[in-house]
């Protein structure tokens, strides 16, 4: 079997808009990974960038189930001895309402130069207005 490689100038790339609106957040990044990766494609290689854009909008109302709004925690370091900072769910999206879904989206991203060069496909948008309608985005509708 031989290894599938595709000109970049060969691969056709879409936009897609997912309203994230009292939806789950696993299942809106969920997706969103796996159109940035393009998984959804016919000429999908794992080591190539081959996937479409994604905007999301109205990532500040995005659902959590349970008790995670107050019990899911974020952590980030300083940098400096003791510099261990956590957040709930619930500050985290009230300080910064696009993070919560930044970071799970990231997550769900292979490690490494081509998850970084992936995540920049990603667009996430508080709000439901957003600047990329001049690429003609296809709405999704998750269930």
């Known amino acids: 079997m031989k290894t599938i490689f595709v000109k970049p100038a060969a691969v056709e790339r879409k936009w897609f808009v997912i309203d994230a609106g ?11 990974a796996s159109i940035v990766r393009g998984k959804e494609k016919v000429v ?7 996937g479409d854009y994604v905007v999301v909008v ?10 995670k709004a107050q019990q899911k925690l974020y952590h980030h370091h300083t940098g400096y001895v003791g510099g261990l900072k956590t957040q709930t769910f619930a500050k985290l999206i009230e300080r910064h309402p696009t993070s919560p879904l930044e970071l799970a989206i990231k997550g769900m991203l ?10 920049k496909n990603v667009k996430v948008y508080a709000g439901s207005e957003h600047p990329h309608g001049a690429q003609n985005p296809v709405e999704i509708e998750l269930r």
């Open 44 to 50: 999908f290689t794992p080591h190539q960038e081959v």
């Open 22 to 32: 009292g939806k789950s957040l696993g299942r809106v990044a969920a997706r969103a």
């Open 110 to 119: 292979p490690k490494g130069p081509l998850g970084r060069k992936l995540l």
């Open 58 to 67: 109205n990532a500040e109302k995005v659902a959590v189930t349970g008790r």
